[in-house]
């Protein structure tokens, strides 16, 4: 019985209408009863860049450069600190509201396999009950789901066969977070196809560029803002709290950026050249020791990049290679203080899944069914953080809700969210409980066991032949030669 014949059942019909709205309230009342926990990076980072917004009158302070984030996320905040409601209560609401965007395109997509079904809601509920997405936003307070529901929006429009949408979505998701070029190879493949207009791509930078508009003209530097993603790449997507100088005396040094007056980015006072808070050379806060739990802001003496390592609620690092930060990743089964050329390694090997993957559709006969799109995508979203140095553990956040779609599109492979979930939690849990729960290499290990199903999914769907040929061979194998057989036949005869 297929998954729309029983959800179509008079009896499941009935509990649904019941269930459903009660299981979406449960959802709501969850992330709620996470809002108390206040992790490092909420308090060292988010929570200083609203102050810093609401101290600097409000969207007059996306003039100046405090945060490592792109400034599309800053404008949310900037209009949290107009309204009447309690930091850590807006901020986390503001993550959680896109968990529901999240939750409305998986309906979306699922939707066009099992039309008039609860198939769908039942997947965005699923979504919204997945430990890792409701953890990120309610209780980490990151904001992972912004640019993933944006990837879907993006693959919606795909899977509609309405490529302009398609890439404005993308423009979307690329100008919140640089994770999204995860998503980004999907483009190449529907060129390839000649699913898409070359023109259309022109409206991802478009969108991209719009997005910094607000901000150049509060009066940032264009070519400060353009150069957010390369910083974030040379530091490792770490540091960033209300600064991007810090006045250092040792080995690191801090960055060539000045913040704003008037004590060139000091919100708690003091002159120290653009930081919120004095930091000497070595990443250590006012002389004392730097445990890490601000991360690895610039200035030597810890975790690449940084003063102190990163991981860890209180900034304990439990990954094995300094390329990886808590990611299941590759890397989590090499040794510490790898050479620097390890780095161009599992860059060559993002490259060659991506090129390899593309090839494979390119070459294949079959069509570009809905179904093709979607293996394509996850599987760009489990190899290209899998292979990429520095990858931090939420930047399998795409993967983890492509998974549920996944196994709601192919039911037989419904252990695929619960493997993808567990490596996931398993990655998360250094940090949000600090402490090493499972070593992190079965992590990797639950993630390239998922690459390897689903690649192998892939190939046979896009090349049928092969397990046609397979059947073909172990049928010849199993059936008498024409020789053993007219010798049987001649002895029955006997």
């Known amino acids: ?70 400034v599309p996320y800053l404008y949310l905040i900037a209009i949290l600190t107009y309204l009447p409601i309690p930091k850590l209560i807006a901020l986390k609401s503001l993550s959680v509201a896109f968990d529901l965007v999240l939750g409305l395109f998986t309906y979306l997509i699922i939707g066009l396999k099992y039309p008039r079904s609860y198939a769908a809601i039942i ?20 904001c992972d789901a912004i640019y993933t529901a944006f990837c879907l929006g993006s693959l919606y429009f795909l899977l509609k066969d309405r490529p302009a949408w398609a890439c404005v979505f993308f423009g979307l998701a690329l100008a919140f977070k640089l994770q999204a070029i995860f998503f980004a ?33 509060a009066g940032r530097d264009i070519g400060s803002l353009l150069s957010i993603y390369s910083d974030q790449i040379t530091t490792g997507g770490v540091g960033g709290g209300v600064t991007t100088t810090f006045n250092g005396g040792g080995s690191g040094g801090g960055g060539d950026r000045q913040g704003p007056p008037p004590n060139n980015g000091g919100v708690f006072g003091g002159q120290n050249n653009g930081g919120q808070r004095p930091f000497n050379g070595n990443g250590n806060q006012g002389g004392g020791p730097n445990n890490g739990g601000q991360r690895a802001f610039n200035g030597g003496g810890g975790r690449p990049n940084g003063g102190g390592p990163r991981g860890g609620m209180n900034g304990d690092n439990f990954s094995f290679s300094t ?29 060659l899944s991506v090129g390899g993957v593309s090839l494979l559709v390119w070459k294949s006969q079959q069509p570009l069914t809905k179904a093709i799109l979607l293996k394509v995508v ?76 689903v690649i192998a999914d892939l ?32 002895h029955v005869k006997q």
């Open 1 to 70: 019985m297929s998954l729309k014949t029983t959800l179509s059942s008079p009896v499941v019909q009935i509990l649904a209408r019941i269930l459903l709205p009660i299981l979406f309230i449960l959802a709501l009342v969850l992330r709620v009863s996470l809002y108390h926990i206040q992790t490092s990076d909420y308090n060292f980072f988010v929570s200083q860049w609203y102050d810093y917004i609401q101290t600097h009158n409000g969207f007059a302070a996306l003039r100046y450069e405090f945060a490592n984030y792109n």
């Open 123 to 142: 997947g965005a509920l699923v979504v919204l009950f997945a430990p890792t997405i409701f953890i990120n936003s309610a209780a980490w307070g990151q």
């Open 185 to 217: 190879p999907i483009f190449l493949i529907v060129l390839l196809r000649k699913k898409m207009a070359l023109q259309h791509l022109v409206l991802i930078p478009a969108i991209f560029l719009l997005l910094l508009l607000p901000s150049f003209i």
């Open 323 to 351: 390329l990886t930060y808590n990611a299941a990743s590759f890397y989590q089964w090499l040794p510490n203080n790898l050479p620097g050329f390890w780095k161009w390694v599992g860059i060559a090997l993002a490259g």
């Open 378 to 453: 996850f599987t760009f979203a489990l190899l290209i953080p899998f292979f990429l140095p520095e990858m931090h553990e939420r930047y399998f956040y795409l993967a983890d809700v492509l998974s549920i779609i996944y196994a709601f599109y192919f039911p037989r492979y419904f252990y695929v969210p619960v493997i993808m979930q567990a490596s996931s939690l398993i990655a998360y849990a250094p940090y949000m409980l600090n402490q090493h729960v499972i070593s992190l290499s079965y992590a990797s290990c639950g993630v390239l066991l998922l690459s390897i199903i």
């Open 459 to 490: 190939v046979v769907t896009l090349y049928p032949n092969i397990r046609r040929k397979t059947a073909e061979r172990e049928l010849v194998a199993e059936t008498p030669t024409a020789e053993f057989s007219d010798a049987v036949l001649n």
